[in-house]
């Protein structure tokens, strides 16, 4: 099955440095990845959007100054979590669907934890 | 009200018990996907369900669309199903998840 990469896997940080984190699609193209939060014993929640080669579509109630998302190639899009605070905590996770079809192909996840 | 509803929320079941996991939903969907997640969080695709019914290896899942429900069966379960199964469905561009059930296989 198609396979879809994050990068990195875990990061720690200080509170107010900006954390990259890669989403990647290693074997189809993806106009489309998904990026989701998800806290501890919850569920998913859908932060963004993102289209190849158009700017992102943010979710109600997520800062979209905060969590910069770049989808420059069909096979890579970025979350950028700016100046993190350790309220940002969590494990986000990365899906891609490849055109034309609705099936998405999740990332295996990176867990942040801000100091 | 959650749009999407699973139950139970924990299982545990005896090495190759047959289990099933059910999800209600409450819109109107174009898709409905079944995830499984394991404890160390990476998420697996299982299924995406419009009609019917989808059999890969021991699991099956079905849905039907007009009672909005779909269930997630394990055959001849076996610990390495311990995980977390969560139930998404798609409706317009919005995506809607469960609270996931939490299934523990003991041997």
């Known amino acids: 099955g198609a396979v879809v990469s994050q990068h990195p896997s875990w990061v720690i940080c200080k509170s107010g440095t900006s954390v990259k984190i890669e989403c990647r699609s290693l074997?189809?193209?993806?106009?489309?990845m998904f990026w989701y939060r998800q806290f501890p014993k919850q569920s998913l929640m859908l932060m963004a959007t993102?289209?190849?080669?158009?700017?992102?579509?943010?979710e109600q109630g997520v800062e979209k100054d905060k969590f910069l998302i770049n989808h420059a190639s069909l096979t890579l899009s970025t979350l950028t979590v700016t100046s993190a605070h350790p309220e940002d905590s969590s494990f986000y996770i990365c899906s891609a669907r490849p055109q034309p079809h609705n099936e998405q192909f999740f990332g295996p996840g990176t867990r942040l934890t801000v100091l | 009200k959650n749009e999407v509803e699973q139950s139970p929320q924990n299982l545990t079941a005896q090495e190759g018990e047959f289990i099933t996991i059910n999800c209600s939903y409450s819109v109107g969907i174009s898709a409905l996907h079944w995830l499984q997640q394991h404890p160390g969080g990476g998420i697996v695709s299982l299924f995406m369900?419009?009609?019917g019914k989808k059999k890969h290896g021991r699991l099956i899942a079905t849905i039907n669309i007009q009672e909005k429900h779909s269930s997630l069966h394990i055959t001849a379960s076996h610990p390495r199903d311990s995980a977390v199964y969560i139930c998404a469905v798609r409706s317009g561009n919005q995506f809607y998840f469960g609270t996931g059930t939490s299934l523990t296989v003991i041997p």
């Open positions: 074997d189809f193209q993806a106009t489309t």
């Open positions: 369900l419009s009609s």
């Open positions: 993102s289209n190849e080669g158009s700017k992102a579509t943010y």
